[in-house]
């Protein structure tokens, strides 16, 4: 009886012991799997209550690779959208401006919509979803690409990488905006915040006329609060136009008569007045920050008359003070002779002036 007891004893701590680990492998495995279910922090959900934002109203991203920022936008009760939280991107590859061709390493800048099944909860970079590069206006100007994304793993090829921490928040965002009904949302991907200082300093970038166009998309949202409805045509892109009865948007074709709503004309104009007068200020203090290029002085050529001009192209400078051979002071019979013979050459120059 006690040796059955015991084997008892025995049996049951090994099936507790057996339980534990179970126990502790399905928490490992169920934190792994459940990342795309990840709930947002209560800190978060609170501020967005402050905010008059339902946990699943809509979003907007934007993204600054200068600034290195990748802020989350959600609509308010009123509609307009409002920032809730902004994230220091981990790494972006390539340099300033828009995406061109398939392995170049180059981040995309432009308008793009993200849709449910361009989510991906099993990325092999933690957590991502697929910026839809290359979009209407990148085909239309024959520009290749493919798998540009915003993941995790805080690794860059072409993509906007972020931290894991980060990227389960950006994607809980994302998925409770889906569930609460949005069908897509837009992420906004620019150079910089571009504001007439940030633009006057790139003002002689290769890239200035695409950054001028995209700024129009950029203001409005600045002036509305609100997503700007973005179209193609005539291979630019356009926003917040209505086209006529009857008229559609296509990415290669002439534009058509459109208008945007009168009220953001007005405020528009408005702001572009006074964008026009910061840029003008800040392009000319720019200007004034440069430093003056060094002159190089002329060729001594007086010196030497006698020498051919390729003779004077190839000459080189001495290497230092310390090579110039030093010239002798004349004596006063040779400098009267210079001065006589001065005079002479002097006096047959005008004589020839006169005969030609």
């Known amino acids: 009886m006690s040796f059955n007891s015991s084997l008892g004893w025995k049996s049951l701590l090994l099936v507790s012991a057996l339980s534990l680990v179970l126990v502790g492998c399905q928490d490992v495995l169920e934190s792994v799997d459940n990342k795309a279910e990840y709930r947002l922090p209560k800190k978060l959900v609170n501020k967005m209550k402050a905010q008059d934002q339902r946990v699943r109203a809509p979003i907007l991203i934007r993204i600054f690779k200068q600034e290195g920022v990748l802020e989350v936008w959600k609509a308010r009760g009123n509609g307009r959208y409002a920032l809730v939280k902004d994230y220091e991107i981990c790494k972006w590859s390539g340099k300033l401006g828009p995406k061109f061709k398939e392995g170049d390493r180059q981040a995309p800048e432009g308008y793009y919509d993200i849709n449910p099944y361009q989510m991906n909860p099993k990325s092999s970079y933690y957590l991502s979803f697929n910026m839809g590069y290359p979009n209407r206006y990148d085909r239309a100007h024959g520009r290749t690409g493919s798998n540009l994304m915003v993941h995790g793993a805080c690794s860059s090829a072409g993509c906007y990488s972020m931290t894991d ?3 389960l928040e950006i994607y809980a965002f994302a998925r409770e905006a889906f569930r609460g009904g949005q069908t897509s949302f837009q992420v906004q991907a620019y150079p910089f915040r571009m504001t007439a200082e940030n633009m006057a300093a790139h003002s002689d970038n290769e ?3 695409y950054w001028q166009m995209i700024k129009v998309g ?3 949202f600045e002036l509305t609060k609100r997503p700007p409805k973005v179209d193609i045509c005539d291979g630019k892109y356009v926003f ?3 086209p006529e009865d009857g008229e559609t948007f296509h990415a290669q074709r002439a534009c058509p ?4 709503p009168q009220s953001l004309q007005l405020a528009y104009a408005a702001q572009s007045k006074r964008y026009d007068v910061a840029f003008t200020k800040a392009l000319e203090k720019a200007e004034k920050n440069k430093k003056p290029a060094a002159i190089a002085p002329p060729p001594e050529t007086a010196a030497q008359p006698q020498q051919s001009d390729r003779q004077l192209t190839s000459a080189v400078a001495p290497a230092s003070d310390d090579a110039i051979t030093p010239v002798p002071t004349p004596s006063p019979a040779n400098q009267q ?10 006096s047959t120059k005008k004589s020839w002036w006169k005969v030609w």
């Open 165 to 167: 921490e980060q990227v």
């Open 207 to 209: 890239h200035f006329d």
């Open 218 to 220: 950029y203001d409005h």
């Open 240 to 242: 917040n136009q209505i």
């Open 257 to 260: 008569p459109s208008a945007s």
């Open 337 to 346: 002779k210079a001065s006589n013979e001065a005079a002479e050459q002097s």
